[in-house]
């Protein structure tokens, strides 16, 4: 059985990058991966302006004249640049260009104008709130490399830079099939035995976030017959154009990804596995790691990846961020967030080492320093600490948990970084 590291490294190793590029207006481009590198279409700041609402004059000309001096026109935004007369302030403002002559800006709360004569302070020197033309980059400069997922705050520089519009990786397709004979959708009541349907919903919300194309492929039941006549049936639907042109047919199903839950494991109904194993190729099966040793994943035809996550709620939600967010980054030429944190636990956690566990976990400011709660109720059916969580407490296979007080390294949930 692979190890954590193990597993993400082979799954890494066999991604296939995906190739197909389009081009968006920037205000589509949130959340997509950039396929080019972007460059800045002008200087920022584009010329030298000022960072206040005040005067702007040439500091030599202070001292020659006691430091009082007559007002002489406005440098307004939007305006061209001016040109100060010599022994004169001009008015100016936030983002006004600066005229040609002055060298310093002094706010205006610091002056008193009277009869059109302005009153200026003793200690101003050079360059006071001034922004010079490309301090913050140049044009032409590399602002992203290719594989950058876009933030809001990414489309803020890049709209400042003049970028109208980005080349991106196409959305790659995901299909997302939960399976179970147990599984009803929410809204349905329960006969006996039965209990509401969860992985799906969470699993397509993901992929979506991550910026996949998804479909839902719906509930089957734990036969292996309906589960390859659904995955068959949903590849038909799937735009198939480019795998017909390439003379491929079944099993290349025009989608990247088909995530499935549950039946992946060693019980009689688990069919998940040997499914995909009659129709691809599987890399893997079973991790050392808890919640969700029942993972496999592998490939179908040449195109798509497939990961079978286990049934448990909490272990389809924590696998798919240790196995399936990765994947998706990688896909895009990108790189997973990895942002990891040091905080101190604020109670102990006792167990058999072993495997790779995941924590739900609580992580908050006490103080001034960072403590982190590991959360009552871990099975990897129990839902409700879901609310509380904000990090996953990473405890390494060789250890026997942790005292309260002592450091631990916790992954945030929803980290950019
Ligand atoms: P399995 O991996 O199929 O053995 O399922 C493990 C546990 O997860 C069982 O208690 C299942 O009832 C439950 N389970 C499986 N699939 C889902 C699902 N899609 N939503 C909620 N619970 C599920
Ligand atoms: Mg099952």
Request: proline share 6%; aromatic share 8%; net charge neutral.
């Amino acid at each position: 059985m692979l190890n954590l590291e193990q597993a993400q490294a082979a799954i890494l190793a066999a991604v296939r990058r995906g190739s197909r590029i389009e081009t968006v207006p920037l205000v589509q481009a949130l959340g997509r991966y950039t396929a080019t590198a972007l460059n800045a279409r002008t200087d920022h700041p584009a010329f030298d302006n000022s960072a206040m609402d005040g005067y702007a004059m040439r500091t030599v000309d202070l001292a020659a004249h006691a430091f009082r001096l007559p007002l002489a026109g406005e440098a307004r935004c939007g305006a061209a640049p001016g040109t100060l007369a010599s022994a004169t302030v001009m008015r100016i403002f936030t983002g006004a260009p600066l005229p040609a002559g002055a060298d310093t800006v002094v706010m205006q709360e610091d002056v008193q104008v009277e009869n059109g004569v302005v009153t200026l302070p003793r200690n101003v020197v050079p360059d006071q709130n001034l922004r010079r033309r490309g301090e913050d980059f140049r044009l032409g400069d590399v602002l992203y490399a290719p594989g950058r997922r876009l933030s809001a705050w990414d489309l803020a520089l890049l709209a400042t830079a003049g970028v109208a519009e980005v080349a991106v990786y196409a959305r790659p397709r995901a299909l997302v099939v939960a399976t179970g004979d147990e599984l009803v959708a929410p809204g349905a009541p329960l006969k006996p035995g039965q209990i509401y349907e969860s992985n799906r919903l969470a699993t397509l919300s993901l992929l979506a976030q991550l910026g996949a194309d998804v479909t839902d492929g719906g509930t089957v039941r734990d036969d292996p017959v309906a589960l390859r006549a659904l995955l068959q049936r949903a590849c038909d639907f799937a735009d198939r154009t480019e795998a017909r042109a390439a003379g491929q047919g079944w099993p290349d199903c025009g989608f990247d990804f088909i995530v499935t839950s549950g039946g992946a494991s060693v019980g009689d109904y688990d069919v998940v596995k040997q499914v995909f194993a009659e129709i691809g190729e599987i890399k893997f099966w079973k991790v050392r790691i808890k919640p969700g040793k029942p993972i496999a994943f592998g490939h179908v035809g040449e195109r798509t990846h497939f990961f079978a996550l286990p049934g448990n709620p909490v272990s389809s939600l924590v696998t798919f961020k240790l196995f399936v967010e990765p994947a998706v980054y990688a896909w895009h030429h990108a790189h997973a967030p990895a942002l990891t944190l040091r905080a101190q636990a604020a109670n102990g956690f006792r167990r058999r080492p072993g495997r790779t566990e995941f924590l739900r976990a609580r992580l908050y400011n006490h103080d001034g320093h960072l403590l982190v709660d590991a959360l009552k109720g871990q099975g990897s059916h129990m839902l409700g600490p879901l609310r509380e969580t904000n990090v996953l407490i990473r405890v390494e296979a060789e250890s026997a948990g942790f005292e309260a007080g002592s450091p631990v390294t916790v992954i945030p949930l929803g980290a950019e970084f």
